[in-house]
């Protein structure tokens, strides 16, 4: 069991560090992306979602154990070209249960669609130029604590710092639903929080509608954690589509 801090402490993801060349070189519209800084690291907490009524609408990050994703730049070979420019170097604290293949990954997904954000808003990456990704993962696989989402918005976080943060966090939670529609499905209420911090209502997914919440000041959460794993996608299948009056 867990007991976390009062929520009244909002949990703000840390973005951890980002050593650079001395000045950190901020994305300029128009020209080719390089990286601002030489190696960037970002840590995302624990998120619980589907809290009371507000099924797929509500989450919240918690205090404590979280994922960790560090980000160093990836020289493209020239068998590959642009089109892969996220390579997952190692991952950490899964057992060995997690593949390396960056496009079935929840941190390489998310990796992916952030640059694909950066080059949206900003401009495209030089020539040649990637990521290499290394994940340590904080948290138990299918616990109910956002394990999916944490790697995403970690990824998202560090990818966003390397080239020198160009894109909003909430941007940045487009990038996490892509990767949690891969795993889990399209649903924000653990993504956003993990990214956002604290409590974040859903509003809307198409198009994303996110509201931060002021946290409550005087409740505890205890978190238990079952001793099986229980996969999101898994879960949801076994809920029925439809639920009668009769039922409720």
């Known amino acids: 069991r867990e007991r976390t801090p009062r929520t009244g402490r909002e949990r703000t993801p840390r973005t951890g560090s980002a050593r650079g060349w001395g000045r950190r070189r901020q994305a300029t519209k128009g020209h080719a992306v390089q990286p601002a800084v030489e190696v960037a690291s970002a840590f995302a907490p624990s ?138 499905g399209y649903h924000a209420d653990n993504i956003a929080p993990a990214l956002l911090g604290g409590f974040v209502l859903v509003k809307s997914t198409k198009p994303l509608d996110l509201q931060v919440l002021s946290c409550p000041t005087d409740i505890w959460f205890v978190i238990v954690t079952p001793v099986f794993e229980a996969p999101t996608k898994k879960m949801r299948a076994a809920l029925p589509k439809e639920i009668s009056m009769q039922s409720h």
């Not at 160093?72 to 604290?93: H, N, Q, Y």
């Not at 998310?110 to 990456?125: D, M, N, P, Q, Y």
């Open 47 to 184: 998120t619980v979602a589907n809290l009371g009524p507000a099924f797929d609408l509500l989450g919240c990050a918690v205090d404590g154990r979280g994922d960790t994703v560090t980000v160093k730049p990836w020289e493209l070979p020239r068998s590959i070209g642009d089109g892969t420019r996220v390579l997952i170097d190692a991952i950490e604290g899964d057992g060995g249960r997690l593949g390396l293949e960056p496009d079935s990954n929840c941190a390489g997904i998310a990796a992916r669609e952030t640059i694909a954000l950066i080059e949206k808003e900003v401009g495209s990456l030089a020539p040649g130029l990637g990521i290499r990704l290394k994940l340590h993962k904080g948290l138990p696989l299918g616990s109910g604590l956002g394990s999916s989402a944490a790697s995403a918005a970690a990824a998202a976080m560090a990818t966003n710092m390397f080239f020198g943060e160009p894109l909003p966090k909430a941007t940045l939670v487009q990038a996490g639903l892509i990767s949690e529609a891969a795993v889990s």
